[in-house]
């Protein structure tokens, strides 16, 4: 990309001005492994979206912030728990700057923001283009140069600046740039400073005004907006003070205006967005129905999340399903026709890639696994209600139930550098591995990323999930493993509530509606590991196979990002 001379970048991007009408913002896209713009799952799904739009060719131009240091990289020390190092990618291998540059007034002073393109490009040769913002230029002062390094960095105002940058920088650079569009669609409210913009635009001439009367035309401004929420309770809100607010960009807009649809206390994202978008999303049914009562008046839709089969599938499933169905990444929905694999083929496939997995847990740790034995996995954003302990409440009920029939465990996941519950986690399961060495085989993988993921959601057995309800809003990871016929074991909550088929395509921890305290939730993880899924993995193979194919068949040919941003295009999109 680097040879990109001038004339190819010119013709790239009137090819792209003149097909695109919409706009994807998100502080987060796990657009590569190489690039460490992304965090978690937020970040997953908004990659996951990109590859599903160059594959259908949804004309869609997608905005986040370069994010030069990422979020960060984790280094696990067996006493200390997680160590946090910046994680620095340099954006000149794989991207290139666009000679482009607008000015945000924030503070009193001009702040620069240059966008570097990233292309991706779909198996087909359709390209999607991603802007990544970026504030470190020579122009500005340096400390605005960092305000777009740190993804999620620490502060109230570096985060109002930073979603300032990503909001208004980007629809401003988006117009800057030519672009002409009819939909912004905002991933979670990180962006919807850029619905500020769009009052801006459009306000009723000041001669029809009269006194107490809006001065913005908020209906236009929800005819082009589309909100994807994914935050099910109250405290997890991006909120700032006006004081503050006002403090930085204090000629922005209207701030009595601004109160009405975000909040009279406090300048609440979600809140803005849903005030100013005209179709707002849920990421699941189950999240959607807890939207509507967090925000009563709102109406919120329900297109359940999914994944990007051709990035989930591990390599040898992916050869195999290719073998069956040429087309299926296009349209995984063929993949309901799983029953066709023989319990052979399918076998294979998982060997290989708890094999590889093997291999890579070996490297990172040192701890050997063995292939005979059931592997349960559990990697996900270490944090209070995904309940990471939950699975080791009891040690010695969990030691007594492997002492019949073995189970190895294998843990991953970063902690936000400012939760403290969530370290402490951390250092708990590093205690409990050393504990437990010798009876149950643990092994905690340091930084979770794509990469690891991708090994161990295909390379376990089980997928376990223990959030506590209705704290999860969707959840993806668990999709992922189901693809490559590893079988999810999880309370019900978020996207599984939707997919679980007790017994057929997994397993269910609890009830539905059921907020079950973490106490009684091991009690019922226990029992069915002893009782129904540890004597079905070791003396009914045949069965286990069944349950694998129909994890494929009846949960990945729908739970996948190509059906979930169909649904997007015909129904948010084109309304
Ligand atoms: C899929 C994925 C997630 C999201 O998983 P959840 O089940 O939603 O917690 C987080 N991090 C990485 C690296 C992933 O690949």
Excluded at 124 to 132: D, E, I
Excluded at 214 to 234: K, M, N, S
Excluded at 470 to 499: C, F, H, Q, R, Y
Aim: with cysteine.
């Amino acid at each position: 990309m680097l040879e990109w001379t001038g004339k190819i970048m010119h013709d790239l991007l009137e090819n792209f001005v003149s097909r695109i009408n919409i706009a994807y913002f998100s502080m987060e896209i796990a657009i590569r492994p190489e690039m460490q713009t992304y965090s978690g799952g937020l970040g997953i799904l908004a990659g996951d979206t990109v590859r599903s739009c160059a594959d259908l060719e949804i004309p869609v131009i997608f905005v986040t912030l370069i994010s030069r240091a990422g979020y960060f990289r984790q280094e696990i020390d067996a006493e200390k728990g997680q160590i946090e190092h910046p994680d620095w990618w340099d954006p000149t291998v794989l991207c290139a700057p666009l000679d482009a540059m607008v000015a945000l007034r924030i503070e009193q002073r001009p702040v620069w923001i240059r966008p570097w393109l990233y292309i991706h490009t779909s198996p087909h040769g359709h390209k999607t283009p991603v802007l990544l913002l970026d504030s470190d230029l020579d122009q500005n002062d340096p400390a605005d140069r960092e305000l777009t390094h740190y993804l999620y960095g620490d502060g109230e105002a570096y985060r109002l600046k930073q979603e300032l940058i990503l909001g208004l920088g980007g629809i401003r650079l988006l117009q800057a740039l030519g672009f002409y569009l009819h939909t912004y669609h905002l991933n979670e409210g990180h962006a919807a400073f850029l619905t500020l913009d769009l009052l801006n635009r459009y306000r009723f001439p000041p001669e029809d005004v009269r006194p107490g009367e809006p001065i913005y035309d908020v209906a236009e401004v929800r005819e082009r907006c589309v909100f994807t929420t994914h935050t099910p309770v109250e405290a997890g809100h991006d909120r700032f003070s006006y004081d503050l607010f006002e403090k930085l960009v204090p000629d922005l807009v209207d701030v009595g205006e601004l109160k009405r649809v975000a909040g009279a206390d406090s300048l609440n994202m979600t809140q803005l967005a849903l005030s100013l978008a005209g179709y707002t999303n849920g990421v699941a049914r189950r999240h959607a129905e807890t939207t509507r009562l967090m925000f009563p008046g709102f109406r919120v839709h329900a297109i359940t999340n999914g994944v990007h089969v051709g990035l989930w599938a591990h390599p040898a499933f992916a050869r195999l399903f290719c073998s069956y169905w040429p087309h299926w990444i296009h349209e995984p929905e063929i993949l309901v026709r799983a029953l066709q694999l023989s319990d052979q083929e399918v076998s294979e496939c998982h060997r290989a890639a708890k094999a590889g997995f093997s291999d890579m847990v070996r490297a990172l740790t040192g701890v050997s696994l063995d292939p005979n034995i059931a592997t349960l996995g559990f990697a996900r954003r270490m944090t209070g209600y995904k309940r990471p302990l939950l699975l080791f409440s009891d040690v010695e009920r969990l030691t007594a139930i492997a002492s019949k029939q073995p189970i190895q465990i294998v843990l991953a996941g970063k902690a936000h550098p400012k939760d403290e519950e969530g370290k402490q986690a951390i250092r708990r399961l590093l205690q409990l591995t050393q504990e437990l060495h010798g009876r149950v085989t643990c092994a905690f993988l340091p930084n979770y990323d794509m990469r690891i993921a991708q090994a161990m959601i295909s390379g376990v057995d089980v997928w376990v999930n223990t959030p506590q309800p209705p704290m999860e809003a969707s959840g993806t990871s668990g999709m992922k493993a189901a693809l490559n016929g590893v079988i999810n074991l999880s309370v019900l909550d978020g996207w599984w509530v939707e997919a679980c088929v007790e017994g057929v395509t997994g397993w269910a921890i609890g009830g539905e509606d059921d907020a079950g305290s973490a106490d009684r939730h091991a009690g019922l993880l226990y029992e069915k590991l002893e009782r129904v899924v540890l004597p079905l993995f070791y003396a009914e193979r045949s069965q286990w196979c069944a349950m694998m194919k129909q994890s494929i068949g009846n949960i990945a040919y729908y739970f996948n990002s190509q059906r979930m941003m169909r649904r997007y295009a015909s129904e948010a999109y084109l309304r």
